[in-house]
C-alpha cells in the first residue's frame, strides 16, 4: 500500500549537520535541533564579502531567526550540512543571502560557545562589487561599512556573539 504525500504545512524541517570533536574530525550526523537543544559540537562557517573599496558588508539578522534575532552579523553565516564541505556551505550561502558568486578565500577556525550553539566556525572572505540581493528571510537589512564603522559595531551588545571573534581574523588580513 502506497502512502499519501505528507501534506506541504506539516513538513518539518529536517537538517542534519556535521557532530565534531574538538579537532574537528567527524563524529556522525546530528540533527539541528538536537545539536542546538543538546550542546552538540557542529561546523558552521560565515563569508564576509568585501567590495574593491575595502567596505565590508554586514547584515542585521531577521527578527525571525531562531539564534540571535535582529543582531547584527557577517554577510553570511551557516550552518554546514552533513555531506558538505566548509567550502562547498559557503559558496551554497553566500549565493543563497547574496545572490553573489564569487571566489572564497579561507582565513581560518576557531570554536565558538553561546547558548544554543557550539559550533567550529570556518571563516571566509569574498571580493567583488555585484550588486547585492538582499534575502528577507536572513535579513532585514545589509550594509556596506568601513572597519572603523565595523569596528564600532562589533563592541556593542547588538551583535551575533561570533562575529567578534570572526571579525578579529578578517580584520587582520587587510
Known sequence: MRLPPI???????????YHVREDDSVVGPV??????????LHRAGMVFLKRS??????QRR???????PDS????????????ESYDEAARRELGEETGITSQLTYLGKFTHFDPPENEIVAVFVSESDQAVKIDLDESSVMEFWSKEEIDSVVDCKGTSPWLRDAWKLLRNSF
Do not use: M, N, W
Not at 540533527?31 to 552538540?40: L, N, Q
Not at 547584527?72 to 555531506?83: N, T
Open 7 to 17: 501534506p506541504q504545512q506539516a513538513a518539518v524541517k529536517f537538517e542534519l549537520l
Open 31 to 40: 540533527e539541528r535541533k538536537r545539536a542546538h537543544s543538546e550542546g552538540i
Open 53 to 58: 573599496d575595502g567596505k565590508v558588508l554586514v
Open 62 to 68: 531577521s527578527k525571525t531567526k531562531e539564534t540571535f
Open 72 to 83: 547584527y552579523d557577517s554577510s553570511c553565516s551557516f550552518h554546514v550540512k552533513y555531506g
